[in-house]
């Protein structure tokens, strides 16, 4: 089994482009403002808008957390506008462990059903770091929950 996400088109997306190009025009400003007021760069916002090139995980986080909308709902994969923001405000990495212990699994053993090495895990907790959307989106389907409950942005599970 390929450790290379197969999913590779989650990278250009025209659904992103048109709800982040619908966003922005909501807030009647232009790129630059967007940028600065979701505080993501501007070549960031300007490739996404123009080409659909979905940036990684910390400024797409940004922008749904500015518009206080799910994550799917900001890639265009739903358009399902209720979004329920945290109470808890739990981390990735919080949630992560929780979930394994839950389901009493090792992550050498999610990893087995994962398009990665259980390295990663150990990598994410230590730095603190976050995973790309397709690995995200691999270890949320796994514990069957939202991409936005594993990175602690929504209490609701699905």
Known sequence: MSKIPADTEKKISDSFRKRLNELISEQGCSKNEFANLVQVSLPVITRAAIYGIIPSLRPLIKIA??????????LGE?????????EEHETFHTRLEQLAKEKNVKYAKIAHSMPFTK???YEWQ???TLPSLEYLEAIADYFNVSMDY???RTD???
Do not use: H, M, N, V
Request: without cysteine; hydrophobic residues 35%; aromatic residues 22%.
């Open 78 to 86: 739903s358009d399902d506008e209720i979004f329920y923001p945290s």
């Open 119 to 121: 390295t990663f895990f």
């Open 156 to 158: 609701e599970r699905d």
């Open 65 to 74: 957390d500015y518009f206080k909308i799910s994550l799917p709902y900001l």
């Open 150 to 152: 594993l990175l602690g």
């Open 126 to 128: 230590r730095a603190k």
